[in-house]
């Protein structure tokens, strides 16, 4: 399995990015997808996931109202929608996925992307 993030970047507080997470090598009908996040100093903390086949979504609540997750039936990716940016954001965003456990748990996650920064400035 193979997770390749793109999309990150700079953006001034109160912006907007577009974060994509291409899934790759395996079948995923089952899988968890999600995107977790870690700042200078901080733990890997979840941030949003989402059911590869029933779509359904877990937010932190740190970004419920402001993130949106969302997967294409028809792609093989998974969109992190990422709204009214704070610079609390800032961190290296990193997606991932898991067969089975708790969504909000790092451990439960088998695979990983290679992560990609994001920078919100105030």
């Known amino acids: 399995v193979q997770l390749v993030e793109s999309g990150g970047g700079l953006v001034q507080a109160g912006g907007s990015l577009r974060l994509s997470c291409a899934a790759s090598g395996g079948t995923f009908g089952t899988y968890i997808i999600s995107w977790f996040r870690q700042a200078p100093g901080n733990e890997r903390e979840f941030v949003a996931g989402i059911g590869w086949s029933s779509h359904a979504t877990e937010y932190a609540h740190f970004v419920k109202g402001r993130f949106t997750i969302s997967r294409d039936g028809a792609e093989t990716s998974v969109d992190l929608q990422m709204n009214s940016l704070k610079p609390e954001d800032t961190a290296v965003y990193y997606c991932?996925?898991?067969?089975?456990?708790?969504?909000?748990?790092?451990?439960?996650?088998?695979?990983w992307g290679q992560g990609l920064q994001v920078t919100v400035s105030s």
């Open positions: 991932a996925a898991a067969a089975v456990g708790t969504w909000s748990d790092a451990r439960s996650y088998d695979f």
